[in-house]
């Protein structure tokens, strides 16, 4: 019976969301126990509170209750009554779960998905007996908890590239603050100079014009040298 009951548990959970507000683990005993799940990080004061809101509605509303392998809440409860209680579930899922999820500030298109869910939870509800059962299986809260949780998750990691790249910000970190007009940056002058067309055309400028300047000097002392010989040849003469 045990066995049966093991078999069917997993079966179950192949079709169901995750619990909202707790998550499964193994102690170091090898017992399987249950502890509360973690925020995602960068989340705002606001956004957090919000989060745990829903997720604690939601998983009263969807899971606050198990019998035989089966985790079942309060819609399942109140979905028993047939009409009415479709209707109040509807109504629950919207107001307790939807209506506090878009306190959050979420787009248009994660709302519809939201409502989405609880239309096919409704749809459901309303086919007598079995449609209770699979109601209790779609869990619409624990899905529409799991939406929001995944947004708001990718919100916060965003938020906490933008503050790295601000903190490496040209505008916050001002290089070069303070620095006087004509003033000498230690290290400056290490930067490699660009080799441009330019650059050699002017380098080799300034060769032609050191060997222009010294062609003069050549043939002025050549011609003091023959001067001086003439001079001396004439004065043996």
């Not at 170091?28 to 990080?41: A, D, I, Y």
């Not at 040209?170 to 330019?198: L, N, R, Y």
């Amino acid at each position: 019976m045990s066995a049966g009951r093991k078999v069917f548990e997993k079966h179950l959970q192949q079709y169901t969301p995750a619990d909202p507000l707790y998550e499964t683990y193994v102690d170091n005993k090898g017992r399987e126990r249950r502890r509360k799940r973690e925020l995602p990080p960068g989340l705002s004061s606001r956004d957090a509170k919000i989060l745990k809101s829903v997720k604690r509605r939601a998983h009263y509303l969807d899971k606050g209750f198990s019998l035989c392998g089966l985790r079942f809440g309060w819609t399942f409860v109140i979905g028993i009554v047939p009409g009415a209680g479709d209707v109040a579930d509807a109504a629950l899922n919207y107001l307790l779960v939807v209506r506090k999820a878009r306190q959050a500030e979420i787009p248009d298109w994660l709302t519809r998905k939201m409502l989405l869910n609880n239309a096919v939870s409704a749809a459901v509800g309303f086919i007598p007996l079995a449609g209770d059962v699979v109601l209790a299986m779609f869990k619409a809260n624990s899905r529409n908890a799991a939406l929001l949780e995944e947004y708001l998750r990718i919100r916060g990691e965003e938020f906490l590239k933008l503050e790295q790249d601000r903190v490496q910000d040209p505008a916050t970190v001002k290089p070069g603050a303070g620095q006087q007009p004509g003033e000498h940056v230690p290290g400056k002058d290490k930067v490699k100079k660009s080799k441009s067309w330019f650059g050699m055309r002017g380098k080799g400028k300034e060769v032609a014009t050191s060997n222009g300047a010294t062609e003069p000097s050549r043939r002025e002392s050549r011609f003091v040298e023959d001067v001086t010989e003439g001079g001396s040849s004439k004065a043996q003469r």
